[in-house]
């Protein structure tokens, strides 16, 4: 006996993801990842909190420093982040 269809492993991972709701939460996880990857070790190193609410990163600093010399960079770390993800899930960056 034969089986009439297969799948690859890769084809269920992305069923069972959206049949479960997950996509958005892996989403967010990517972007908390890639803001270390491209804001680089000496910004993740001063970065101590990072969540989104109503497509807004937040994003807090324990130096002042950073966080000034970021504020000017923000509409390009939001195009960056959202290149990066493929999707726009952000639409503003809040530094605090």
Known sequence: MRRQKTYTLKDLVNQFIQEEGLEEGLY???LYALWDEILGQ???RHT???YVKNHVLYVQFDSS???SQLFAMRDDIVAQLNKRIGIKLINSLELR
Do not use: E, G, I, P
Request: charged share 35%.
């Open 28 to 30: 967010y996880t990517r």
């Open 42 to 44: 000496s910004v993740a």
């Open 48 to 50: 101590t909190k990072k």
């Open 65 to 67: 420093v950073v966080r």
